[in-house]
């Protein structure tokens, strides 16, 4: 698969020069999905359509299909819980040829520009950029989304600005499928570009919200910090072992730039393993 970074956009490019002659001392590796935008309304209505249309292919050939359609929350907490599709296709009433049906839907469906629309910006987030900006913390997006998806999306909220570089990928599918090489490739491209030789050890951070996220740092000596606001729960994430669990992206840029009172900061609790 090829991975497609974002280096040729000027914006990004002044900002990064910018970042180095402040002398920044910080840079966050962030996933787009999850810790910048809230995908759960778009993948509920997938599984919908996909459950739908499932339904009417056999419909067609006079076959009444016992759909048992999962509630936004059942779905989300599956999810969460790293549940696979095939099972999730199962709970909802479909067996052998009808879940082969119902995941190519899915797969059809998840990326199509009529459900697009529904991802949001999660709570927080321009507060959250915007804090880490202002204290000349070099911002990195790296995601298994789609690099034009990612950047279109950043620029309609106008946020791109705030990045010193963007790595995405050329393959739509990529972050539905959450592909932890490819995430590992993108990871190691972007901090070879982007941090000095000169800047000192564990001074770069990754933030993400899935086992693609931590283990994809892990194995490049970066300290992570997984959210749970993404698509992944405590429990799941805590099984990978990330330096530091929180609920968002604005309780990480307050943990990373010291706010550490009660008032700023609100931690699920899993402490620093340095």
């Not at 190519?104 to 469906?109: A, G, K, L, Y």
């Not at 697009?116 to 990195?140: E, F, I």
């Not at 993108?186 to 931590?214: H, K, N, R």
Request: with cysteine; aromatic share 8%.
């Amino acid at each position: 698969m090829n991975c497609v970074a974002t280096s040729n956009l000027q914006p990004t490019q002044d900002h990064r020069h910018q970042n180095h002659a402040l002398g920044c001392q910080l840079t966050v590796f962030c996933d787009f999905d999850g810790p910048i935008v809230d995908v759960s309304r778009r993948y509920y209505t997938t599984y919908q359509l996909a459950l739908a249309a499932t339904q009417a292919f056999y419909q067609a050939q006079g076959i009444t299909l016992p759909i048992n359609s999962l509630s936004k929350q059942q779905f989300w907490e599956m999810k969460r819980s790293r549940i696979p599709d095939v099972d999730i296709a199962s709970n909802s009433g479909l067996h052998q040829e009808q879940i082969d049906f119902f995941l190519s839907r899915v797969v059809e469906i998840v990326n199509h520009p009529t459900v697009l629309h529904q991802d949001k910006l999660q709570l927080g987030v321009n507060w959250a950029l915007s804090l880490l900006h202002s204290r000349c913390v070099r911002l990195v997006l790296v995601t298994l989304r789609s690099q034009s998806q990612a950047t279109q999306i950043l620029r309609n909220h106008g946020l791109t600005r705030l990045f010193g570089g963007i790595y995405g990928t050329s393959d739509r599918h990529a972050a539905y499928r959450n592909y932890t090489n490819l995430k590992k490739q993108l990871l190691q491209q972007a901090m070879a570009e982007q941090l000095p030789s000169s800047e000192p050890t564990g001074s770069a951070w990754m933030v993400g919200d899935t086992e693609a996220d931590i283990v994809a740092a892990q194995a490049l000596s970066l300290p992570t910090i997984a959210l749970t606001c993404g698509i992944r729960s405590f429990s799941y994430l805590q099984q990978f072992e990330p330096t530091y669990i929180y609920t968002d992206l604005l309780t990480a840029a307050q943990h990373l730039l010291g706010f550490r009172s009660n008032q700023s900061l609100t931690t699920l609790g899993i402490g620093n393993r340095e």
